[in-house]
């Protein structure tokens, strides 16, 4: 469309676009600005939008071992924990989903759209309903309270997504390439993984952020299954605020500052990736 | 090409995520569904075959108050979401720098932690130091400043709006792709017949966007009926159960309560609406399954 065409074309679409940029932001940035301030500060009515003394105290307090709120959970190790089960199940499920992927893409099998249809569906399963059932798995293989536990089941939860976004992205990348590769006399997996998966690579970038941001950020089933404080990850903590909401506002911003904090980061670097797997992801579920 | 050491070898690479998939999902949901048929008493199984569970569930007088919730979260929170979704997706859809930026910047909500998010609301939405409700004072809109998550008529709509800021933009991500790619041709032949803007949209854009527009709705019905942590951080259920929803009433029958004979009714409840829901997504999407599966 023409812009200069209409005078008030472009402060309209300046306006509306304020508007959905304050929106977005506004509830992030105010909680973020909420742990700079002091304490009296948050308690005074009428609200003063800039923290008056800007303060670190509220970060101090989370990692002061001798504070009330860090005696029950001590921050660093659920920062360790959040990045060991994040990390360690992105690392699973890229890999088993790049086989699944290339399986699905580039194989023929009996039954082949069936178990890819059935994998997908079964993402929508993965809601309230299965947290009573996973608790008594978790207890009967005695997996309750521990990492490992809770690795597994982000694994599990996120393959079948990694295996469709890897696969939907092999299948266009042309069979002709490994198939010169193979008549040249390479194996079928020397041609996955010398021919193909390097053409992949950004698809496997897609899967483990998106792997990565929905781990980091899972709550329901940490909570269940999680019960003594050294094993406990940073959304737990966070919630765990709940209790102390409006005295110590000031620590829950900064709690969650630190939360939000490897999402922003994987958010800002991997825009472009984002964008690909919500497309993708949002066709199928 | 060996065509049968290929499918042994496609087997062997798609076993560890049929493995997952029926470990952590099929499993546990047959296993839910086989507790809902047992009677159980604080967590001890004292026989199988019985709908007193359900039966149980019926004459809980909260059951009706959660379906109620339920149905205003899930389809309330879906129409605002498809129909903001669909405004700022249309907006988002405008060749411009603005919406260019906007449309990189609108998924942060979407990548936010759950629990970040109904932080950050319950914050604004605070009775006494809320920036929300005292902004709303001040410019005259309010007599007193509104207890947005302690009013029991307002919460679960109060919860529907945070609902929205979370989910909505990936909603207005997708329809703003659609209508992008609705031919520039038809758009310009009805302005050449006379279509003004409001005419254009309804007549050219929609029945183009059509298929997505429906998808989108089903899936956002999906994610709804999963969201968990945004209601159950916010409010935990109250004030009362005025927002106790199926996820959350699931949640605390299970794990605060301990009663699994209830919860695990109620799981089988959520399950097949959550099936009615999947067979209609699948139902909308045969289109695509026929045609992706292919390709």
């Not at chain 1, 709120?69 to 890999?95: D, E, G, K, R, Y």
């Not at chain 1, 194989?107 to 996973?134: H, N, Y």
């Not at chain 1, 020397?190 to 698809?203: C, E, R």
């Not at chain 1, 409006?246 to 472009?272: D, N, S």
């Amino acid at each position: 469309m023409n812009e200069t065409a209409r005078p008030y074309y472009w402060a309209f679409i300046s306006l509306c676009g304020a508007v959905i940029a304050v929106y977005i932001l506004f509830p992030i940035f105010w909680l973020f600005l909420a742990s700079f301030k002091t304490r009296d500060q948050l308690a005074q009515l009428p609200i003063a939008f800039w923290p008056e003394e800007p303060t670190l105290q509220a970060y101090r307090d989370l990692f002061d071992s001798g504070s009330q709120s860090s005696q029950l959970l001590n921050w660093p190790t659920l920062i360790s924990n959040s990045f060991t089960v994040a990390v360690t199940s992105t690392i699973i499920v890229v890999i088993l989903g790049t086989f699944a992927g290339y399986a699905f893409a580039r194989l023929k099998f009996p039954g082949r759209d069936l178990i890819l249809g059935g994998l997908l569906v079964s993402r929508m399963f993965q809601g309230a309903a299965l947290l009573l059932p996973t608790y008594r798995l978790m207890n009967t293989l005695g997996l309750q309270d521990s990492l490992l536990g809770l690795i597994l089941l982000y694994s599990a939860f996120g393959l079948p997504f990694a295996t469709w976004i890897i696969a939907s992205s092999l299948r266009e990348i042309p069979v002709e390439l490994e198939e010169s590769a193979m008549m040249d006399g390479a194996s079928r997996l020397q041609a996955m993984f010398l021919v193909v998966l390097p053409l992949a690579t950004p698809a496997l970038i897609t899967a483990a952020m998106w792997h990565f941001v929905g781990a980091w950020s899972e709550f329901a089933f940490a909570s269940i299954l999680l019960e003594s404080s050294a094993n406990k990850t940073v959304t737990i903590g966070l919630a765990s605020f709940v209790e102390l909401f409006t005295l110590e506002f000031q620590k829950v911003g900064a709690a969650a500052t630190l939360v939000a904090m490897p999402i922003m980061v994987v958010f800002f670097f991997g825009q472009r990736y984002f964008t690909r797997g919500l497309l993708a992801g949002a066709v199928k579920g | 090409m060996n065509s049968s050491s290929d499918r042994w070898l496609a087997y062997f690479m798609i076993l560890p995520v049929v493995a997952a998939v029926l470990a952590f999902v099929i499993g546990p949901t047959w296993d839910v569904a086989t507790l809902s048929l047992t009677q159980v008493v604080m967590g001890q199984e004292r026989g199988f075959g019985t709908l007193g569970n359900f039966r149980a569930l019926a004459a809980d007088p909260m059951f009706t108050l959660v379906l109620k919730n339920t149905a205003i979260w899930i389809l309330g929170g879906t129409v605002l979401c498809v129909l903001t979704g669909l405004a700022v997706g249309a907006f988002l859809a405008i060749d411009s720098k603005m919406t260019t930026g906007l449309r990189a910047l609108i998924l942060l909500p979407w990548v936010m932690p759950d629990v970040v998010t109904a932080m950050a609301w319950k914050w604004m939405l605070h009775g006494q130091v809320g920036v929300i409700g005292s902004t709303m004072q001040s410019v005259g809109l309010t007599e007193q400043q509104i207890s947005f998550l302690g009013d029991p008529d307002l919460v679960m709509w109060t919860l529907v709006v945070v609902l929205i800021w979370r989910k909505m933009p990936l909603v207005a991500l997708i329809l703003c792709a659609a209508i992008r790619s609705v031919p520039n041709e038809q758009i310009e032949a009805s302005r050449m017949d006379g279509a003004n803007a409001f005419e254009r949209f309804r007549f050219v854009v929609i029945p183009n966007i059509a298929f997505s527009l429906t998808a989108v709705t089903v899936i956002s019905m999906i994610w709804i009926t999963a969201e968990f942590a945004l209601p159950w951080i916010m409010t935990g259920g109250g004030p009362a159960n005025a927002s106790q929803i199926m996820s959350t009433y699931i949640y605390q029958q299970s794990f605060e309560f301990f009663s699994w004979g209830v919860a695990s009714a109620m799981s089988v409840v959520n399950l097949v609406m959550l099936m009615v829901i999947v067979a209609l997504y699948l139902y909308v999407n045969r289109r695509s399954w026929a045609s992706g599966a292919a390709s």
